[in-house]
């Protein structure tokens, strides 16, 4: 009797303590919306491309061969520029930073948006997770995430080739990796919204419309003071261009206090791109 009575009450405080453990969101939001699963979607996906690795090869490539061609080409003609603080700095080290920001963002968009879109309309993937014990928002958090992986994973293969070419020097850059998968976030959030939205495969010309300009734009190549000064709050505006913005300055180790600004600025927009997805995904699948 008395062991019976020991393990009911060890029952008793295992079940009551266990609400406190399933996460803030989890006591916040509706059942139907969130069941804190959203682990099951890394784990298949990462099952799914343990047999398509070269995708993720060919995301590194392409950064780097962009860097490679500023190394031995075009900065040999561009010496040096003004880069972040006021400091003259050598071209390629001014732009290899901004070449990691972009190559998170690249890896997020084309994860969030074209897997994503098949998966919704055609494979009807989604359709299947929610008649198992899985929300949208767990659907929404666990494509993102993933996206979130697959930045940091090429940022990490490209953090490497900045140290291997010495374009990596403050200890700073060490947190380039966290700042790609805070970049990648919000564009997963908001490619995954976008996606949404899309009714063919056609559609996905507005995709490269959107990031093909925000590429060259966001003080990739070139400082903002190159622009005309209307265009200047116009490109700060656009969601590289702060991911940019932190990474030269860790890569040289220039901290101010507008850091603080881009990381406000981009954890807004994975927040909101996150509800957004969640709520879009309940309103079509769940009617």
């Keep these: 009797m008395r062991m019976s009575s020991t393990t009911s009450a060890a029952t008793g405080a295992a079940a009551s303590s266990a609400p406190a453990r399933r996460g803030l969101l989890l006591r916040m939001l509706p059942a139907p919306l969130y069941t804190g699963r959203a682990r099951a979607l890394l784990e298949r996906s990462a099952m799914v491309y343990s047999r398509a690795w070269l995708v993720f090869v060919s995301g590194v490539v392409e950064p780097l061969l962009y860097l490679l061609a500023f190394q031995v080409g075009f900065g040999k003609l561009v010496e040096e520029v003004t880069g972040p603080g006021g400091q003259t700095m050598n071209y390629v080290a001014f732009v290899a930073p901004a070449l990691l920001a972009a190559s998170a963002m690249n890896g997020a968009v084309f994860d969030s948006t074209f897997n994503v879109f098949f ?20 659907i929404a958090l666990g ?27 403050s ?9 790609a998968l805070l970049v990648s976030f919000a ?5 995954m919204v976008c996606a949404t939205f899309l009714k ?3 559609q996905f010309d507005f995709v490269q419309l959107a990031v093909m300009p925000m ?3 966001s003080t990739t190549f070139y400082p903002l003071s190159v622009y005309p000064e209307p265009l200047q709050y116009a490109v700060q505006c656009l969601p590289l261009y702060h991911g940019v913005e932190l990474t030269r300055g860790l890569a040289v ?3 101010d206090v507008s850091m603080l600004g881009h990381v406000a600025y981009l954890l807004v927009l994975a927040a909101a791109g996150a509800y957004f997805t969640a709520k879009r995904l309940a309103g079509l699948l769940l009617r």
Excluded at 119 to 138: E, H, S, V
Excluded at 171 to 179: E, I, K, N, R, T
Aim: proline share 7%; glycine share 12%.
């Design 253 to 255: 180790g220039v901290l």
């Design 215 to 217: 590429f060259l734009l």
């Design 143 to 169: 494509e993102i995430g993933w996206a979130v992986l697959r930045g940091g994973l090429y940022a990490v293969a490209f953090l490497g080739v900045m140290a291997g070419f010495g374009l990596a020097t």
């Design 119 to 138: 998966k919704f309309r055609y494979n009807k993937t989604y359709d299947a997770m929610l008649a198992t014990p899985l929300g949208p928002l767990d």
């Design 200 to 202: 063919s495969p056609s």
């Design 171 to 179: 200890p700073w850059a060490l947190l380039l990796v966290p700042v």
């Design 187 to 191: 564009f997963a959030a908001i490619g």
